[in-house]
């Protein structure tokens, strides 16, 4: 039988609390956060996709002269690979960033009130709780008004929640879920060559239903105030679904709609236009 | 007769303890002192009692015994020292989990407090300056 001594004991503490520690930084979602700055003020963050690939939001394109910093580098050289106006994100490559891709789960379900934490210094914070998904958003309560775009949020088990986009009330913030982002990241390279059919429709949000409704079109074959419910074989929720399942269909090959036009459900096939 | 008794020569001849010399000059004596026997019968039947006793409970009896209560104290040692440990790590997980800043109030406070308040007029457009407002990016979106 061993005996521990007095500073024996002490050692043991130390150095099972350090192991505690360093085990614990180990077992975070990965993903060192990248925090974007213009003249010496930070002015969102990010994180990366890739070892060269990182997501923020289009509020950086307010800025000129952006630089990133990451836990161990200061980054000056990158080139913006893609932006989506409708999830504003954007997507870059920044050169020599070396970073640690973010670990997007396939499927994680937040429950009401579940607190989020973002990652900060090196320490996990508590910024707030999940309330409810909102048209294929997150959407938490946080009293937090520091918050940065593009931040990263954890769940209480550390795992990626989501990319915070912005504020929609009072203290309601909206994030885009870990499969937004994993669809992107597979299909980016695709999305860019291939682009997407421009309709020539503007449409908008239906917060409380399902669909999405034109709210002006230039387009013969589509009325204003039609309700889009499904475009090919996808279902349309929410201009999120809308936006996601025109980067799947050929841009070149004729387009199906479903609409409701006057309380019924019509069938739209649209010529193909990129 | 003027012996009352020598109990220590009793006990080195019992012992075995004395010369040959000594130990005759000492059985002659007893012949003759009825005292010394008497303290030497005592003394011999003590010891038959004694060594009954011993005959009867094994002599490693007593280790065990010890030894039991050793394991004993040793096992609760460890047990505490088991205990201690978990409760250690267990505080490390503790505070490395909620490290930061903690909402003073409940969850469930908030989430009524929040629900009120949507209620109330929305704030303006790029309310923050981290935070874009973005209910109106979806009023209108181009396809």
């Known amino acids: ?15 099972l609390l350090f192991f505690f520690i360093f085990f614990q930084s180990l077992l975070w979602a990965g993903g060192a956060p990248l925090e974007i700055f213009c003249k010496d003020k930070k002015v969102a963050s990010g994180f990366f996709l890739s070892p060269d690939l990182a997501v923020t939001t289009d509020s950086i394109l307010l800025y000129n002269n952006i630089y990133f910093k990451t836990e161990t580098k200061t980054l000056y050289n990158y080139r913006i690979e893609f932006i989506d106006r409708v999830t504003k994100l954007v ?7 070396q970073g640690i ?43 937090d008004k520091s918050l940065y775009e593009g931040t990263p949020l954890y769940d209480i088990e550390d795992e990626f929640a989501g990319v915070l986009i912005g504020n929609l009330d009072q203290n309601l913030y909206l994030f885009l879920y870990a ?20 309709l020539n429709i503007v449409v908008t949000e239906m917060w409380e239903y399902s669909g999405i409704q034109v709210k002006e079109s230039r387009n013969e074959l589509v009325e204003k105030g039609d ?18 399942a025109l980067y799947l269909v050929d841009p070149a090959s004729p387009l199906t709609l479903k609409v409701i036009r006057n309380g019924k459900l019509k069938r739209v096939t649209l010529n193909g236009g990129k | ?103 003073v109030a409940s969850r469930e406070e908030i989430l009524r407090e929040a629900l009120e308040k949507e209620n109330l007029k929305r704030i303006p457009v790029y309310s923050g300056t981290n935070v874009e407002d973005i209910r109106v990016r979806y009023e209108e979106v181009n396809f």
């Open chain 1, 179 to 198: 499969d937004m982002l994993a669809f992107y990241r597979d299909h980016l390279n695709m999305i860019i060559k291939q682009g997407r059919p421009v």
């Open chain 1, 91 to 97: 997507f870059l490559r920044i050169k020599d960033a």
């Open chain 1, 101 to 143: 891709p973010m670990v997007l789960p396939e499927d994680n379900i937040l429950v009401e009130t579940e607190p989020l934490y973002i990652h900060e210094k090196g320490k996990r914070v508590d910024v707030g709780f999940f309330t409810r998904k909102l048209n294929g958003y997150g959407a938490f309560i946080s009293e």
């Open chain 2, 1 to 103: 007769m003027t012996c009352k008794g020598q109990p220590e020569k009793i006990s080195l001849y019992l012992d075995e303890m004395m010369g040959r010399e000594e130990k005759n000059s000492f059985r002659a004596h007893l012949d003759r002192c009825p005292i010394c026997r008497s303290i030497l019968d005592e003394y011999r039947m003590i010891r038959a009692m004694i060594r009954d006793v011993h005959e009867k409970t094994p002599s490693d009896m007593g280790f065990k015994v010890l030894n039991r209560l050793y394991s004993r104290r040793q096992r609760v040692k460890t047990a505490v020292f088991a205990a201690s440990m978990v409760a250690l790590l267990g505080a490390g997980f503790f505070l490395g989990n909620n490290s930061g800043r903690a909402l």
């Open chain 1, 1 to 15: 039988m061993w005996r521990i001594s007095g500073s024996g004991m002490k050692k043991l503490t130390f150095s």
């Open chain 1, 227 to 244: 309700i889009i419910v499904a475009l090919a074989n996808f279902q349309i929720n929410n201009v999120l679904d809308f936006n996601r």
